[in-house]
């Protein structure tokens, strides 16, 4: 069985004593204890100012899949941001340095992970976790 | 203040690919467009989901978007708690499905928290009131101490509403609802629902000003697998 690990820590002091959160996973088909997702595609773009860009097509994923999508933005200007958005709707802005790790059910055609880059050229690295596409045939 | 997350995604040699694969990333949580640290937490929570009925199954916000910075540089945390893998947890923000979030799983995430609007309006208290008149909204009756009218707003606005928050200026009371929603309270720019004057001669409590509100966009709803308990452990940094 292919096994990917995911592992975190948060760290904080924003309360009044110091928090450590530590969380593992292995990531696994969905629904199943044995097999774990065993492809991955990944990759690394720069995006201009302003440009909007499918990173992920849903099209060929399969719905309700236990499918993952880790995003950097490897930028070091603080300023920059790039905005993360499913079928248009706005998830939030990774700045410079922030990362995001989450699920994503590739639920219909339209629910593409789409990324539009602001106020500068942001260098964006990305993995999708996920268990095989329906691969199209050719024309 | 510092927040610090870091993650490690790892793979052995011949799983995902021939060699081992390990991709380490540590960020520090910045306020939007800053190198200051984000300030703000909801702290660490679990909840409980033990619904009834049939599938769909009923769904929990976890986090309004009224609970942060609207664009700020915000982040989430989910963890499913659960230890049985067909058990899943479907994340939303507003009616756009995320993914799901099987046992064990964990997601971090940014999120934009795009709050709508809250309807508000102002309730001006006049003409001629006396002591033991009441005015009666959200639940709350307020009983006036005297006859002037600057008292009975100030006694108006020193409730605590459960759907309200509160401002004065002189005899107006200004009423904002606690969260982002076109509640239909507020029906008109002069008008509202669900208030009572009970007076002993021609006192007032006009509504003189009103906006209806707007539902928010991206708040996190949270829908379970299976009706039987499940827990998600949750945590909001925010700017």
């Known amino acids: 069985m292919a096994t990917t690990t995911a592992a975190m820590t948060l760290t904080s002091d924003l309360v009044s004593a110091p928090m450590s959160i530590s969380t593992t996973t292995t990531c696994m088909k969905a629904g199943t204890e044995a097999d774990g997702l065993d492809q991955m595609d990944t990759g690394y773009l720069e995006l201009a100012s302003g440009t909007q860009k499918n990173l992920l097509d849903a099209t060929t994923l399969g719905v309700g899949k236990a499918n993952k999508v880790y995003i950097c933005n490897e930028s070091t200007d603080e300023t920059y941001f790039i905005e993360i958005m499913i079928n248009a709707m706005v998830v939030g802005k990774l700045y410079a340095g922030d990362w995001m790790f989450l699920p994503w059910s590739a639920i219909d055609t339209d629910a593409d992970i789409e990324v539009t880059a602001h106020t500068g050229t942001n260098k964006i690295t990305y993995t999708l976790f996920h268990e095989g596409r329906t691969l199209l045939a050719v024309d | ?239």
Do not use: C
């Open chain 2, 1 to 239: 203040m510092a927040i610090t997350a870091a993650a490690t995604f790892s793979s052995a040699a011949d799983d995902l690919t021939s060699d081992a694969l390990t991709l380490s990333v540590t960020a520090s949580l910045s306020k939007a467009g800053l190198s200051t640290a984000l300030e703000q937490t909801s702290g660490l929570a679990r909840t409980n989901f033990t619904v009834g009925g049939t599938t769909p199954f009923t769904s929990k916000i976890i986090y309004r978007a009224n609970d942060a910075t609207s664009n700020g540089a915000n982040k989430v945390y989910l963890k499913n708690m659960s230890t049985i893998a067909a058990q899943y947890f479907t994340v939303f923000i507003d009616q756009e499905q995320m993914g799901r979030l099987y046992a064990g799983d964990w997601a971090f995430f940014p999120w934009s928290a795009v709050d709508g609007t809250e309807e508000t309006f102002i309730v001006t208290i006049a003409n001629t009131w006396a002591a033991g008149d009441t005015w009666n909204f959200d639940g709350i009756t307020t009983t006036a101490a005297n006859s002037t009218v600057a008292d009975i707003a100030a006694q108006i606005h020193a409730q605590n509403y459960p759907n309200w928050t509160t401002s004065i200026s002189t005899a107006a009371v200004t009423f904002t609802a606690r969260v982002a929603g076109a509640a239909g309270v507020v029906t008109g720019t002069t008008a509202i629902t669900g208030d009572t004057v009970t007076t002993a001669d021609d006192g007032t409590a006009a509504i003189t000003s009103g906006a209806a509100g707007t539902r928010s966009e991206s708040d996190i709803i949270v829908v379970p697998s299976v009706a039987t308990t499940m827990d998600l452990e949750h945590m909001l940094f925010k700017q």
